[in-house]
């Protein structure tokens, strides 16, 4: 079936949000936009190999079982998107040019060319919106004070790119009162690891969606983290790094505080 025939889940099609620990009452809630690579039936394959669905234009490679570590840690609630991003990308605005994305690190994605404005909404509608509705609904019943914290994994290198140094990126928005604390505390405590500052992005204010909405303009303290994808690739690893940013995100909320 074409992607601009699309209408709906099919049986089977899983629930856009994935949960872990949901009823917790930690002062942080976790959020993972890229969590899954889930593509609904009726979108068969968007004309995509099945090596390039499972591949870091799809999803955050690793992020869920990484975010459930720090969740765990904090022992905070955590949600994510389970469809893939080349569906939707749950942490962009609409009108965002990479939304839904037809090129993506070089890659054609043949099943999102040309569609439909009813289609485009369509996505949004099943897709990102329940996402971030669940998002909105977490913050409106979390016990204040709140910490919002974005977990996102990115590649070592974009194609054709140069190595990119850092283990783990530390990022924000124009509110950086919880990046600079937890990238200090993270550079004191990093154990080798190189820590970025506001590497290898910075939270776009104009495209991205889920920290400028539910944070920035909410005034909702937030961080975001970029951790490496070929840095943890095992359960001890990911534990390790769960550990590790549990610590520094304790120190810097008890510091702003």
């Not at 009813?118 to 509705?133: A, T, V």
Request: charge should be negative.
């Amino acid at each position: 079936m074409a992607a601009s025939e699309w209408r709906g889940f099919a049986p089977g099609d899983p629930d856009p949000v994935l949960s872990h620990g949901a009823d917790r009452k930690s002062p942080f809630l976790l959020v993972s936009d890229h969590a899954g690579n889930a593509v609904p039936q009726g979108l068969g394959d968007l004309g995509l190999s099945a090596e390039h669905l499972s591949e870091h234009i799809a999803w955050d490679i690793d992020i869920w079982p990484i975010a459930i570590a720090v969740a765990d840690a904090l022992d905070a609630p955590l949600f994510g998107q389970a469809y893939s991003r080349l569906v939707i990308d749950s942490n962009r605005k609409t009108s965002a040019r990479d939304s839904i994305a037809t090129i993506s690190d070089g890659i054609a994605v043949p099943g999102n060319a040309d569609l439909s404005e009813r289609e485009r909404k369509l996505r949004y509608e099943l897709i990102q919106r329940p996402y971030q509705d669940r998002i909105a609904a977490e913050v409106a019943r979390h016990p204040k004070p709140l910490c919002i914290v974005s977990m996102h994994s990115c590649t070592a290198r974009l194609a054709g790119g140069k190595l990119r140094p850092w283990h783990i990126g530390v990022i924000s928005g124009p509110d950086d009162r919880m990046r600079r604390r937890v990238f200090a505390a993270l550079a004191a405590d990093s154990g080798g690891l190189v820590i970025g500052d506001n590497e290898p992005y910075v939270v776009s204010m104009e495209n991205d969606y889920t920290l400028p909405v539910h944070a920035e303009a909410a005034g909702i303290p937030y961080v975001e983290f970029e951790m490496r994808n070929d840095s943890y690739k095992d359960e001890a690893s990911r534990k390790r790094a769960g550990a590790l940013l549990a610590r520094a995100l304790r120190e810097a909320f008890a510091a702003l505080a």
